[in-house]
């Protein structure tokens, strides 16, 4: 009973976060969803540990609906490609800004926030190293192929949100395919 009650508390702040951001969850939202008390919230959480909880099991499921899993490698790469720079990833993007701004003052924010860069890059270098043994590419260092490919998309996730440089979506999404080929030995179109 009490695993269920923290569940559905952390639960209802990770929806309430995904419907709307970070900035406007407080806690009698996460109470009145979740159908406790703030003594119970209380009891099971500090309110930027539950917050900052939240905000990484939000995140996974953002990931989760961008770039679901596939069968093979290669098919993953491509969900994650055809993916980056769609109107999907919008909701993720945002998330993912918000978080990284929290975490530079909130250390609770801060830890959960690399724990997710980590298993954003963790996931990708799976994804590589598989495709590597399965010889439908090169990689010999994974994980640092999957920094360089986040850091890249990142950096042009940047250019379409600002417009500085003016970069748009498709012609992000096509300097995105052009440096993963590059990165992966692939021919490049």
Request: charged share 25%.
């Amino acid at each position: 009973m009490t695993t269920d009650r923290r569940a559905a508390i952390l639960a209802a702040a990770a929806d309430l976060i995904r419907e709307r951001g970070i900035a406007t969850v407080r806690t009698r939202d996460v109470t009145a969803r979740a159908g406790v008390g703030i003594g119970l919230l209380n009891h099971y959480f500090r309110w930027g540990e539950l917050r900052a909880q939240a905000a990484a099991v939000a995140l996974s499921a953002e990931i989760d609906r961008v770039v679901p899993d596939a069968p093979s490698p290669e098919r993953q790469l491509d969900l994650f490609l055809q993916s980056a720079f769609g109107a999907q990833a919008d909701p993720l993007w945002r998330l993912w800004i918000e978080i990284t701004d929290l975490a530079m003052t909130d250390p609770d924010m801060a830890q959960a926030a690399r724990e997710a860069a980590e298993g954003i890059r963790d996931a990708l270098a799976s994804i590589l190293a598989d495709g590597a043994d399965r010889q439908l590419w090169r990689c010999a260092a994974p994980r640092d192929a999957a920094l360089r490919i986040l850091a890249f998309h990142d950096g042009l996730v940047g250019f379409v949100l600002t417009g500085l440089p003016p970069v748009d979506r498709a012609e992000a999404a096509k300097h995105l395919e052009r440096f993963v080929a590059l990165e992966l030995g692939l021919p490049v179109s």
